[in-house]
């Protein structure tokens, strides 16, 4: 059934390795996922044939900047330029009993901070999942 995107929420782990509800600061969020396709056409056929591949996905968010979201998300990007992989969940339509749950572990790959004179200071983070992305009911 369908519902409210306001509810989302995204978990994400800090330096401690702890889960934290970073859902106050975002305002969009997003977790596309992907499966390759192998070509395996060989001479001669008239129409193209595949086989599947891997799966891969991202997760992208972002939202109201504030110290707090900055404190979790940029030592992710890894101070030494090196990014690290954090645990995640994503609740599409909130935590609730019955809701859908995506957990699984992503490298943060962009953390971008902007802001304009007439506008709130804002930031955008995306990354790559790796690994098994796992879909259950809360």
Do not use: C
């Not at 989302?8 to 702890?18: D, E, H, L």
């Not at 070509?39 to 001669?44: N, R």
Request: aromatic share 10%; net charge negative; glycine share 10%.
């Amino acid at each position: 059934m369908a519902g409210a995107g306001k509810n989302q929420v995204i978990k994400f782990a800090n330096v401690a390795a702890t889960l934290v509800d970073i859902s106050q600061y975002l305002n969009d969020a997003s977790m596309p996922q992907e499966a390759e396709q192998l070509e395996v056409t060989a001479f001669g056929a008239q129409e193209k044939q595949y086989l599947p591949g891997f799966r891969s996905g991202t997760l992208d968010f972002g939202g109201m900047w504030e110290a707090a979201i900055h404190d979790i998300i940029a030592p992710a990007v890894g101070a030494s330029g090196i990014a690290v992989q954090r645990a995640f969940e994503y609740y599409p339509q909130g935590t609730d009993t019955g809701e859908i749950r995506y957990s699984g572990t992503a490298v943060i790959l962009s953390y971008e901070v902007s802001g304009s004179v007439s506008d709130i200071t804002s930031f955008t983070a995306s990354g790559r999942t790796t690994g098994a992305t796992t879909r259950a009911v809360v």
